[in-house]
């Protein structure tokens, strides 16, 4: 056979499957939003009825509507998801700059100790954070530093402090991961352009701002959004640290069946839980949505690896 | 032998300058993290309790450890479950985001849609969501569906037929049935393989395109030793990520346990006999995979 129709038949026989694949995969992650999206349209009726998939029998707009506004405010979805968006924006911006001036540290100088120090970086990725969570939460209860403040130490559970101190020095949650990140950026940056600003005249902090941090925005980009995504998502150190704080978002969904009366059926809260899922993923959806572009360049111009 | 500050050049000078640039994470890390763990072993070893202006520990040795294993009577079984699910995952994961990465850094149409959808599952990870999936009736039947479909005996038999080694069938069965978590621990891991994929210098596969080398053989040749650091990035990931992710059993006991039932010293002892487990298991994979991974430099 002409090899070169063979050789396209190859190619064109690889495209078929790998665009099965590519789809069937796609919609196996897809699957379960678009099935959370149906149940919010059901009545309970219409979860027995096993004929029922995707969508319901009675359907009618008015309905869903009002059920919608029904789950909103007994989530009281206003006020808890603009807290959740303040509060994670503030941890994430906080986690944003110290990450990458710790990351900028590590990727352009030679200190001594420094393999050493960057060791602990990733030492604090791997232990579970269940383990310190205990003593931290005693600390930021009573919390004196250790001795070094006066008085007899200051309750900070229920306030912003405790995720404003852990972010803004590198070691909240997943905090390695981003300095890892930041780091293996500013290696990959030439020296020239350093130190063509240093032979120019431009101080330090001049050549990271002018310099530096231009090239770095679309791994900016990638810091903030997992971090603002995870900060979002989070009930772990929200719930030990936020203890009769405000009101947010992951915890008006956790008690969201808790609004309804007892004997709610277990078809109607399914329903209610998904309405509430549905509601607490929009957020997160439609900041992906913006910052996409350059999630996806960003890995493909840098990449994570350097 | 210690020099003058003065007398050094301006490059050592900048370079004592790095201290300063990640002193934030220094003071961090005695303050929110040495401390605590230090703190965590004295608890512990103790006895925790809450007086009117502060808390006090009673040393009691090593009695939380023997509660944990030998009174508790969930313990042993979620430790063991918790770690060999997590070492059943990880080739699982690996091979999984491997082979997606590579189909995703080929060109084709509506690729970037394809990477949108992919990287979902990374802001769709959230505790809140897995706690309430646990009771969702549609969750289930969809669960139920999924298995059904995936481990029919005759799949199964067909592979049996091909006389495959049956702990190797055994094992595809296990993972397919569990693809929704594979895809959502794969996300992290396809991301950083993606990276690396698209590091490669093309000029090494036009050079091998010319040298007449197969498909096949580029793969084995460039592609797998080029990428081979990061199987060790991504093995320690997930190791890490499975360990403390949401919805895992032994880490929302030990939650249960502290904030539900206040019992400190005894979720303390259990964290930290989970923190050397994952420790000597992170140490002992590493240093095998370490041994067949390839650097350029």
Redesign the interface.
Known sequence: MNLVIKKRLNDISW?AV??V??IG??F??????F??FA?TLMTEKD?FDRTVRWVPRNFSISRVANHYLEVAQNMNYLRASLNSLLFSLAISVCQLI?CT??G???G????KG?GI?FG??IF?????????????F??FR?FD??GLLPG??FNLIGTFWPFL??A????GSRNGLF?YIARQHFRGMPRALEESA?IDGAG?LRTFFTIMLPGAIPIMVVIF??SF?WQ?????FT??FMRGGMPLL?FS??HLTGQYHWSIS??F??IV??T??IL??IP??LI?VFL?RY??ES??RT???? | MKKNFFKLSLKQKQNYAGYLWISPFIIGFIFFFLAPMIQSFLFSVSELKFTPDGYELNFVGMQNFVYAVTVDPNFNQYFTETILGVLVNIPAVIMFSFFVASLLNQKFKGRTVARIIFFLPVILTAGVLHQLEVEDLMHLTMQDEGSVMLSAAMVRDFLLDMSLPQVLIDYVILAAGNIPQLIEYSAIPILIFLAGLQSIPSHLYECATIEGATGWETFWKITFPLVSPLFLTNIIFIIVYSFTAPGNTLVDYIYSLTWGRGIFGVSVAMSLMYFLAISIILVVVGLIVERNVFYME
């Not at chain 1, 352009?108 to 200190?111: A, H, K, S, W």
């Not at chain 1, 979002?232 to 772990?236: E, G, L, P």
């Open positions: 495209a790998r665009g694949l590519i995969l796609c196996l992650i897809v699957y379960p939003l099935i959370k149940t979860i110290s001036v710790i900028y540290g590590f352009r100088f030679d200190f420094k120090l602990l970086v604090t990725l791997v232990v579970p954070p269940q383990m310190i969570a205990i003593p931290l005693l600390n009573y530093l250790y007899d130490g101190l852990t803004l020095t590198g070691t300095i240093y330090q959004l997992f995504v979002w998502n989070d009930i772990f719930s030990v992951p969904l956790q277990e078809e809260k399914t839980n998904n509430g899922m607490f993923i997160l959806l992906y996409q999630f996806i890995i493909e990449g994570i690896v350097g």
